[in-house]
């Protein structure tokens, strides 16, 4: 069994900054390519970010590219998603998803792994 799991969600003001964290432990071989995604109120969830397994290659959601930047330390089994110029739109819960292919996928059907999910707010 592999466990996921957030941290680093919080409230921020439009324009600010949050670093989002996901460890993973357990059956940690079950988890190659992480993604991220988050879930608004009302809305579907969607496609954040992923990170390919060694992080060389990144995927970001047109909404956030330029903004957000993924990255990994498999030494600590730990992948990040910096969030730079916060806008009220990235308010969601944010969620860390795995799977054990080498690459990312931006359908939440590819992962069987998650997280509980952090809570973002951005605020004006």
């Known amino acids: 069994q592999v466990t996921l799991v957030e941290s680093g969600g919080g409230k921020v003001q439009v324009g600010g900054s949050l670093r989002l964290s996901c460890v993973v432990s357990?059956?940690?071989?079950?988890?190659?390519?992480m993604a991220w995604f988050r879930q608004a109120p009302g809305k579907e969830r969607e496609f954040v970010s992923g990170?390919?397994?060694?992080?060389?290659?990144?995927d970001y959601a047109p909404s956030v590219k330029g903004r957000f930047i993924v990255s990994r330390d498999n030494a600590k089994y730990t992948a990040y998603l910096q969030m730079d110029s916060l806008k009220r739109e990235d308010t969601a819960v944010y969620y860390c998803?795995?799977?054990?292919?080498?690459?990312?996928?931006?359908?939440?059907?590819?992962?069987?792994?998650w997280g509980q999910g952090t809570q973002v707010t951005v605020s004006s």
């Open positions: 998803a795995g799977h054990d292919r080498d690459y990312p996928a931006q359908s939440e059907q590819d992962y069987k792994s």
């Open positions: 357990g059956y940690t071989d079950s988890v190659a390519a």
């Open positions: 990170i390919s397994y060694h992080g060389g290659y990144t």
